[in-house]
C-alpha cells in the first residue's frame, strides 16, 4: 500500500512540474508571433497606399485587418503551442518549419500589400502562405484535433486576403 501511495504522490508531482513547464511555454509560443506582428503594425501600420485606394464595399478597414492579423497570430500560436505540447514537432518534423513560414509569409504580406502596394508579389505571397497554412493543418491534424481547427480560422482569413489581394492587382 506504500508503494501505491509513493507512486502516486510522485505522478502528481510529475504533473505538477510539466504544469509549472506549460504556463512559460504557452506564453512564448503566443508572444512571440503576436509581438513580431504588432511590431511589423506599429511599423508600418498607416498603410497610406491601402487608404487612398478606392476599395469596393467587402474590403476590410485598415483597423480590421489590424485587428485580424493580431488575432491570427494569437491563434496560430495556440495551435503551433498545442502541437508542441502533445509532441508533435518532434513526431511531424516538418511541422515546425512549416509553422515558421507561416508566420514570417504573414508578416511579409502586411508591408507588402499594404504598404508598398505590390499587388502581384503580395498576392503570390498570400498564396504561399495559403499553402502553408493548409500543409500546417495537414500536420497539425495529425498530432492535435483542436489546433487544426484553429488553423481553419487562419484559412478562411488568409483566403479572405488572397481575394483582396488579387482584387487590389486591378483597382
Avoid at 31 to 56: D, E, N, Q, W
Wanted: charged share 10%; net charge positive; proline share 5%.
Amino acid at each position: 500500500m506504500a508503494t501505491t501511495n509513493s507512486a502516486t504522490a510522485a505522478a502528481r508531482a510529475a504533473k505538477k512540474g510539466e504544469a509549472k513547464r506549460a504556463l512559460p511555454s504557452l506564453a512564448m509560443s503566443i508572444s512571440v508571433p503576436l509581438t513580431l506582428t504588432m511590431v511589423i503594425i506599429l511599423i508600418f501600420g498607416s498603410g497610406h497606399k491601402y487608404r487612398a485606394m478606392a476599395k469596393p464595399f467587402w474590403f476590410p478597414p485598415l483597423w480590421l485587418v489590424h485587428l485580424a492579423s493580431l488575432g491570427s497570430s494569437l491563434i496560430m500560436g495556440l495551435a503551433a503551442w498545442l502541437v508542441w505540447a502533445d509532441g508533435g514537432f518532434h513526431a511531424q518534423s516538418d511541422a515546425l518549419p512549416l509553422y515558421i513560414g507561416q508566420v514570417s509569409l504573414s508578416i511579409v504580406w502586411y508591408p507588402l500589400v499594404l504598404v508598398i502596394g505590390s499587388g502581384w508579389l503580395g498576392f503570390v505571397v498570400c498564396l504561399v502562405n495559403f499553402g502553408t497554412l493548409l500543409a500546417c493543418y495537414l500536420r497539425f491534424k495529425r498530432v492535435n484535433p483542436f489546433s487544426k481547427d484553429l488553423v481553419k480560422v487562419n484559412l478562411v482569413w488568409t483566403g479572405y486576403l488572397c481575394i483582396v489581394t488579387y482584387n487590389i492587382i486591378y483597382l
